[in-house]
């Protein structure tokens, strides 16, 4: 069995509005110091698999075919193999 | 001709049925999203509201859906596809129209009157328009925003695939009337062929004398021209 997080993250030169509306608001609480917010989603799968590279290819085809809007995000995950 | 409309769960399919069932008065079928089979259907609509609550993004899991493969095989043989609202959502996650939704540049959710201007009045959606003219049509949605690379955009421009475009009431398309940021004011695009058509505004939505806007009949009434149908006697028009 494995347990893969996957992040999914906007393309660098897409707009973040909600990153930017994040960032204003920190701003105005005093948080001077933070440069930029991004916004992104985060996944936690499980996999009924024993061989890593077959987790790992299913694992790509499950996040390009359908978790990751591949026009507008990018994607990337960690795999670790878990005991149930 | 035939018209089917595909009821996903939560979205809003019943008032897309009732302009063509009602009001353009034509054979309309529900078609569920777990249809396999699309036989003796002209014309499909992906209507608008919020397929499975717009989880993942909007439009991704009615994407999923077993109906949609059929759609897509449809569309192929030259079916006409009609995208409404979440509808044109639904036809960018499967690839049937190039391009992706963002959210809103504002974050709001918009919900009011927008005039459109017709950049096509050649597809079988809008011959019943004239080439620019400008119409008022509601738009309701938070993730609009229109967004294809410049090379995907240039492609779109020169094939005529740029259907509608956000306007003023003069039919300037500035940065002032666009009302999600979506990439040169597009509010609506449709394949090469021009047999698959998705646009964020709502058309069933001003098609009623009631509701105080008659506009968006045509898009439906072009549907008929286009198959070669004329309008029946007491189908109301606004012409």
Known sequence: MFEAAVYVTLKKGIL?????????SLKSQGYDQVEEVTTGKYFLLKIKERDRTAAEEELRQICEKFLVNMVLEDY???LREVDR | MKFGVVFFPGANAADCFYVIDQLIGHPVSPIQPEERELDGFDCIVLPGGFSYGDYLRAGALAAATPVIEQIADFAEQGGLVLGIGNGFQILLNTGLLPGAMRKNESLRFRCHDVFLRVENSRTPFTNRYHQGEVIKYPIAHGEGNYYIDSEGLAQLEQNGQVVFRYCN????VIPAANPDGSVRNIAGICNVKGNVLGLMPHPERCSEEILG??????LFLSVLDWWGIHTQEGV????
């Open chain 1, 16 to 24: 973040d509005p909600e990153g930017k509306a994040i960032k204003n």
């Open chain 1, 76 to 78: 990337s995950f960690e």
């Open chain 2, 169 to 172: 009431e003069q039919g300037e």
């Open chain 2, 213 to 218: 806007n008659t506009q968006g009949l045509r």
């Open chain 2, 236 to 239: 109301m028009t606004d012409e």
